[in-house]
């Protein structure tokens, strides 16, 4: 492999890292944990009565770790599920309300913030770019029977 483009991969790999860490350090000040704050996030940011599958789907999570999320926070009494056709949905609880308020709308306002100091070009070239370097990693997997 070329040496800038290894330099770029792993300034790419790192930079993936680190925004990965900083959910982590967010998360834990918050009080609540990853795969928690995976599933409260979806349900914040996609609204009340999103579908299980969606939470699977939008976080990148495995089903395991949802499902496992779920449940605890079912035991808190922070969410239920409601069957719906082949699928169920999500809702909160009025303790899941106050509690999803204050951690992922907590973690989601600060993003917002975050973005707040970047123009609109800066947003939709980072969106841009992040979207063609998924499809690309996407296609080349596909092509690859070794990965």
């Known amino acids: 492999m070329e040496r800038k483009t290894s330099e770029r991969l792993h300034r790419i790999n790192y930079l993936m890292a680190e925004t990965d860490a900083l959910y982590h350090s967010a998360a834990l000040q918050l009080g609540i944990s990853d795969s928690a704050m995976l599933v409260l ?16 789907h939008l976080s990148g999570a495995s089903k395991q770790t949802v499902n496992s999320a779920v449940r605890k926070l079912e035991r808190e009494d922070i969410l239920y599920l409601k069957p719906d056709g082949r699928g169920k949905r ?3 609880t009025q303790k899941g309300k106050r509690y999803t308020e204050q951690t992922a709308g907590r973690l989601y306002a600060t993003e917002c913030n975050a973005l707040a100091t970047w123009t609109d070009a800066e947003i939709d ?3 841009f770019l992040m979207e063609k370097y998924a499809q690309s990693l996407r296609e080349q997997i596909a092509k690859d029977a070794h990965v």
């Open 41 to 56: 996030y979806t349900v914040y940011d996609y609204g009340e009565g999103c579908l299980l599958s969606n939470v699977y």
């Open 90 to 92: 999500i809702y909160l």
């Open 125 to 127: 070239a980072y969106l």
